[in-house]
């Protein structure tokens, strides 16, 4: 795993950096890419970070390489920014399993569309809440990070 983490994700980023792409810029490509790539809606992180990059001329291999790397991450983490939202709009919490789904699905379609709409809107209110600082932490992060990795790659 760790060999695979290196060569698809570490190695890129600092081929990007050999290329001239300056650390600060790189490190938030990379910060946006991993929050955006945790964006608990499916489908839009790749179209949304395509869509930054563009807007603000960041470096779009890096963003699109580290939301790509978010997609197991993203999974794991629907539940935790359903609940966290479910609490911050102190909403009764709806049972979460495939089985309770299903059940709700066949009992009434509109209910359980009811449901998934509330569910995603409370998702995305905690991330929405979550996804800034996160972004600030990481650039403050891994802005030093790059710029070391660029210094050593001058030498």
Known sequence: MKDILRRRFAEPLL???????????LALSVAIGVVIGNVPI????????????LAWRLNLVA?????????????????????????????TPEPISVRADLALVARSPGQALDVLWRAGLHAGLA?????????????LGLTPAFERAAARMKR
């Open 63 to 91: 963003i699109q390489l580290a939301q790509g790397a978010m997609a197991p991450t993203q999974l794991l983490l629907i539940v935790p920014f359903v609940r966290i939202g479910e609490w911050l709009t102190r909403s």
């Open 127 to 139: 991330w929405s809440l979550i996804a800034p600082p996160v972004a600030f932490l990481l650039y």
């Open 42 to 53: 499916l489908g839009i992180s790749t179209v949304l970070c395509a869509g930054i990059a």
């Open 15 to 25: 081929a990007l950096l050999g290329q001239g792409v300056a650390p600060d810029r």
